[in-house]
């Protein structure tokens, strides 16, 4: 309703529209800069199309003369990382079956946590929530190791289960974070409406909280998404070679010494490895600009 | 009603209590709890697994004495206010031009955003490829008849930071770009009014007026932006896996390699330590002023 009222009545001096020199400055600017950021978009893209006698006479940035698959085929089949000559499919089936789980346990747990922190406050639970968001600016490095030991207690070390435990762990100060701003939105007069109703901790949860806050869960999957997608750090950690997510595999690929560089495939498949968090950030638009916001200014 | 019990006090709320058994657990035994285990045991001589036998300061003396170590803190520091200062600078620039009510914003934005959807590894390996001399940028520029052009930053240990950092930028930027903008646009009309009735220039508006209004933005983005800078690891994995040599090192592979590799612990534990004293560095005076100052003022 408030985007229709600013819509119909117009305010402000009315746009110009000739060609002055400032305009020209201002596209220019832009032009040149965007160019910086889709050049190597570009180059992957024609890289990757190419056979090796063409990357060798031509440039770069030059489309390809004969368009050619082949690099793309080989690099989700055939190319090898040590002595597995399956391709990067490999990591791409491992990352999902890391990203689902991690996925829909770390924001079950985060949206839980800002729930209990908005409606639910217990004594020094706003400490808890403190030392959440302080411990998200600590180096992952510091807590490496104690996560090994307290993995292998469980017997979850290097497999795909304590990888998703290690993603719902250091996911969960941002997403508590995001969802506890979201709830806190959310006129009180509903919760405690519930609470006369008879309504306990999870009833309100879910018939109340989930329904009314789709948008923000929308928000955190795609966070999330793209976040465990391209992580790196954790899983060549908390995971063995057989189990290596798609960044972690795709690395070893690019930067293995031994034999002849293929660049194509090289090319290929970074590309491969992008095309999830691309897919997510052309779908989502506004909503991955949310998110990130969501993630930053009100920290 | 009167008795209050201990053992009602704890049924009260039972469930919130349990749901947030997890944060709870995360927030004491990972992240209080890891942080204390690890700067304990860096005073050990663990080497293969972790042990309890105290030896003071010498891992860190034998830290501070290590060349590759004082490489990886030096190239830190330079990248580092390098990848601060410009990506704050253009991010900003970025978003005052976006600010000038163009058309195609959102196209603009959706070209300066995507790479921070993609992941550092790809980054590094784009951009490695990029500068590859043999067919990169050197390659395209010689061919155009300049041949003595040489640009292969990857490959010279002076200059392969300036490598990183091209690509660092093209990453990062968009999103400094985007949360300028919301700081632009959080600014009230009637400043940009009161300054056009005063006939005070657009730039030195923004200049005197905008910048320090939009202080609270600067310094969250400068947390942000610095914090991920210390945590600096994929890209230099992908993009020069620290070389030449040990040129383009950084504190994050040091502890990787020596808790997982050289099987150092004692090292790794030093060296971790250390980044979490420089993020500390970083944290505590951003804390005092943002919660300090608003108690004052």
């Keep these: 309703m408030a985007d229709l009222t600013a819509t119909a009545i117009p305010s402000g001096p009315r746009p110009r529209r000739r060609l002055s020199g400032r305009n020209i400055m201002i596209y220019g600017t832009l032009l040149i800069v965007s160019l910086y950021y889709i050049l190597p978009l570009w180059v992957m893209v024609m890289t990757s199309l190419k056979g090796m006698p063409e990357i060798r006479m031509g440039s770069i940035f030059s489309p390809p003369v004969e368009i050619t698959f082949q690099p793309w085929v080989k690099a989700w089949a055939e190319a090898c990382t040590g002595l597995n000559c399956d391709g990067l499919s490999r990591g791409f089936w491992n990352s999902v079956r890391i990203l689902i789980p991690s996925v829909i346990l770390s924001i079950a747990v985060a949206s839980v946590n800002g729930y209990a922190l908005i409606n639910w406050k217990f004594k020094g639970s706003e400490v808890f929530f403190t030392i959440l968001i302080f411990g998200s600016f600590i180096p992952y490095q510091v807590m490496l190791y104690p996560i090994v030991i307290l993995l292998r207690e469980i017997g979850l070390y290097g497999s795909l289960s304590g990888l998703v435990i290690v993603h719902t762990i250091f996911g969960m100060p941002i997403l508590t974070l995001l969802f506890r701003n979201y709830f806190s939105s959310i006129p009180e007069e509903l919760f405690k409406a519930a609470r006369v109703d008879g309504a306990g901790f999870w009833g309100i949860y879910f018939r109340i909280m989930l329904p009314m806050s789709l948008p923000i869960f929308v928000v955190a999957v795609i966070l999330q998404v793209t976040g465990i997608w391209n992580d790196f750090l954790f899983g060549v950690v908390y995971t063995k070679p057989e189990l290596y997510p798609m960044t972690v595999q795709l690395n070893n690929i690019v930067n293995s010494v031994q034999g002849v560089k293929e660049y194509n495939v090289n090319m290929a498949a970074t590309l491969l490895t992008g095309l999830v968090p691309l897919t997510i950030y052309f779908i989502s638009g506004k909503l991955f600009v949310r998110g990130i916001a969501a993630g930053a200014v009100k920290g | ?297």
Excluded at chain 2, 74 to 83: E, R, V
Excluded at chain 2, 127 to 152: A, C, K, Y
Excluded at chain 2, 233 to 252: H, R
């Design chain 2, 1 to 297: 009603m009167a008795g209050n019990t201990l053992g009602a006090r704890l049924m009260r709320n039972l469930n919130a209590k349990i749901a947030a058994i997890p944060m709870v657990t995360t927030a004491l035994v990972v992240f209080l709890g890891g942080t204390a285990w690890t700067v304990l045991y860096s005073f050990t001589n663990s080497k293969l697994l972790p042990r309890n036998s105290f030896i003071g300061f010498d891992q860190y003396e034998r830290l501070w004495s290590n060349s590759r170590w004082l490489t990886s803190i030096q190239n830190l520091m330079i990248y580092g206010i390098l990848a601060l200062v410009f990506t704050i600078a253009i991010g900003f620039l970025l978003a005052v031009l976006m600010d000038q009510k163009i058309r195609f914003e959102d196209t603009f934005r959706t070209i300066m955003l995507y790479p921070f959807a993609l992941s550092f590894i790809v980054t590094g390996l784009v951009w490695q490829w990029i500068l590859n001399p043999e067919f990169g940028i050197q390659h395209i520029v010689r061919s155009l008849g300049w041949d003595g052009f040489t640009f292969d930053p990857l490959n010279n240990p002076d200059v392969v930071l300036y490598g990183l950092l091209i690509a660092g930028l093209w990453q990062g930027t968009g999103f400094v770009m985007c949360i300028m903008l919301a700081g632009l646009r959080g600014i009230d009309d009637d400043i940009w009014k009161a300054a056009r009735v005063d006939g005070i220039p657009r730039w030195k508006t923004y200049l005197f007026v905008v910048i320090p209004m939009m202080r609270p933005v600067f310094v969250t983005t400068l947390v942000i932006v610095a914090s991920g800078i210390i945590k600096l690891y994929d890209l230099v994995v992908a993009q020069t896996s620290g070389g030449p040599g040990t040129a383009s090192q950084v504190p994050a592979m040091y502890v990787y390699d020596y808790m997982f590799q050289a099987q150092n612990l004692g090292q790794g534990f030093a060296a971790s330590s250390m980044m979490l004293l420089s993020v500390l560095i970083v944290l505590i005076p951003w804390a005092y002023l943002e919660f300090g100052g608003k108690k004052r003022g």
